[in-house]
């Protein structure tokens, strides 16, 4: 009820950001937190279920509303249920225009409501509220209406067959997704997957991040109320070991969505196909290089960018920029500018006005990066800025916006995926050493060049194995643009963009036979 109230005061717009922490904490207090799985468009009763590790929240270390784990039962009503709402047809055999409505629909009540969505994820995940608000709920309202605008646009192929025969071949959606996702972007990674996966007439089950699941469970509310049926998108919680394995490998789990560390990812590629083939579309970590070269005419904006990109959402970013590559002459200058610019990039209490930077998604993870940047520079990386965690709000996780240069490039800060604010620097002289340098990594997400030499710009882009090539400009955040990596970052296949929309369908050949045959015996 509380809830209502709250979006009707927001019907035309969400609060942008807040001025000082007490109106933020007025709202956070009206909002009743869901608390318990959503299947068949209702709450789960909780009744029977326990409770999951309380967490702390990033932002001031309080303690976060209690939620209730579902169980390999819930997870077997919760696949049966949408198996059999996908074979009844209640969502795929909707008129295609029926369907655009919800989607639309979905995207305007996600708009409408994404004050509370971002609160809760601000003191879930520690991102600021302003970012959450203005970049992720915008961007994954954008891609339900993307998806949404491709329901009624669907075709198929006409086969030339020989005379006797006539041949198409028509997509059909998979069956039943199951969608992991993680905490990092909680609105956009879920939209990510839900919006091409139901645009394409499935049913899904997903199993939101452990640390983001209060805005998940909501927006499953927010799309029942939009018009999609009950069993089409179910929400169950739970640990990822247990919950989101079982749900992967569960034989009427048509197929698997999945982003998140590429040691889950791996897990996730050998269980799905434990007891049924399907397939599988994994998104993982990086390690993705930035290389400053020659003839790069605007140095400051481009190590601007770099830095902006690495130490955007405390590092916690997949394809962010966390190795910088440098032409050996340009090493001087581009350290001047990563010195000077530091001073901008400063944790801030993310609850209130329009800060870049807000807290780590866990207190864990403050002694996990300063374990890594210690062991660097004990290897004899030199500390350029940060380097120590900071003391933003008491009880809070926050760690300093951290460079280092000189780091060994097969020690563990070079190699290892660090999730968080940390920029490592590497020189090279030649363009050869830098395309080696850039793919000495088992992660192959992205890379990026920044140089008005097109010839050098174009065999780097030849040169790299990655999934995403930046020239000029980190980061491509169109939603017609294919997203997905290669090696340790991904299967190949794709989140956003048309390749997203064609993963989740299978294709379907159909055959009508012409010829008269002659008429049997009565
Ligand atoms: P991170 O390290 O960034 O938290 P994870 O890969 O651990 O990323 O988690 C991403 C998502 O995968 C989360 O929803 C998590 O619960 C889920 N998950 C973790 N382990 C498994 C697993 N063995 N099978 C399926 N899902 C899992």
Redesign the pocket.
């Known amino acids: 009820m509380r809830n209502q109230t709250l979006a009707r005061k927001e019907e035309s717009q969400a609060i942008d950001s807040f001025d000082d922490v007490a109106q933020f904490e007025a709202i956070a207090e009206q909002l009743v937190w869901p608390q318990t799985s959503w299947v068949g468009n209702a709450w789960v009763d909780c009744g029977t279920q326990q409770t999951m590790p309380l967490r702390r929240s990033p932002v001031d270390g309080r303690i976060l509303p209690a939620l209730f784990e579902g169980d390999m039962a819930l997870v077997d009503d919760a696949v049966s249920q949408a198996r059999s709402a996908f074979h009844r047809g209640d969502w795929a055999h909707l008129s295609p225009a029926s369907r655009k409505q919800v989607l639309l629909q979905m995207a305007v009540l996600l708009e409408a409501h994404a004050t509370e969505l971002c609160v809760m994820d601000c003191l879930s995940m520690g991102k600021p509220y302003a970012r959450l608000v203005q970049q992720d709920a915008v961007k994954a309202a954008e891609c339900f209406r993307w998806f949404a605008e491709w329901i009624d646009k669907v075709q198929g192929e006409y086969v030339p067959a020989n005379g006797e025969r006539i041949g198409w071949v028509e997509k059909t959606p998979l069956g039943v997704v199951a969608a992991?996702?993680?905490?990092n972007y909680p609105l956009e990674n879920i939209a990510w997957k839900l919006a091409p996966a139901l645009a394409a007439g499935n049913c899904v089950v997903l199993?939101?991040?452990?640390q983001s699941s209060y805005s998940a469970l909501r927006f499953a509310q927010l799309a029942a109320q939009a018009g999609l049926p009950a069993h089409v998108l179910n929400v169950v919680v739970g640990?990822?070991?247990t919950v989101?394995?079982y749900l992967?490998e569960h034989p009427d789990v048509s197929a698997v969505f999945?982003t998140?560390?590429s040691r889950?990812g791996r897990?996730?590629c050998n269980?799905a196909s434990r007891h049924r083939i399907k397939p599988v579309s994994v998104e993982c970590g990086g390690k993705s290089p930035a290389l400053i070269w020659h003839g790069c005419s605007n140095l400051q904006e481009a190590v601007e960018e770099v830095c902006g990109r690495v130490f955007g959402n405390a590092g916690q970013t997949c394809n962010a920029p966390s190795r910088l590559i440098v032409a050996r002459p340009l090493l001087d200058q581009v350290r001047q500018i990563i010195v000077g610019i530091s001073g901008t990039h400063v944790p801030c209490d993310p609850r209130v006005g329009r800060p870049q930077h807000g807290a780590l998604c866990s207190h864990f993870d403050v002694e996990r990066i300063d374990a890594l940047v210690r062991t660097a520079t004990d290897e004899g990386a030199e500390l350029w800025v940060g380097g120590s965690p900071a003391d933003v709000v008491p009880g809070g996780a926050y760690y300093l916006p951290t460079v280092l240069g000189n780091v060994a490039p097969h020690g563990a800060l070079a190699q290892q995926e660090v999730?968080g604010p940390v920029l490592s620097v590497f020189t090279v002289d030649h363009l050869d050493d830098a395309i080696a340098l850039a793919n000495d990594s088992r992660y192959a997400l992205a890379a990026g060049i920044y140089t008005d030499h097109l010839g050098d710009a174009l065999a780097f882009q030849r040169g790299v194995y990655a999934g995403n090539v930046y020239i000029n400009g980190w980061g491509m955040d169109d939603i017609s643009v294919p997203f997905g990596g290669l090696g340790d970052s991904g299967n190949g296949t794709k989140d956003k963009g048309l390749r997203a929309f064609e993963k989740c369908f299978a294709s379907r050949s159909i055959t009508i036979c012409t010829k008269r045959r002659a008429p049997g015996p009565t």
């Open positions: 992991i996702t993680p905490w199993k939101p991040a452990e640990s990822g070991e989101g394995q992967v999945f998140g560390s889950t897990t996730v269980s999730f």
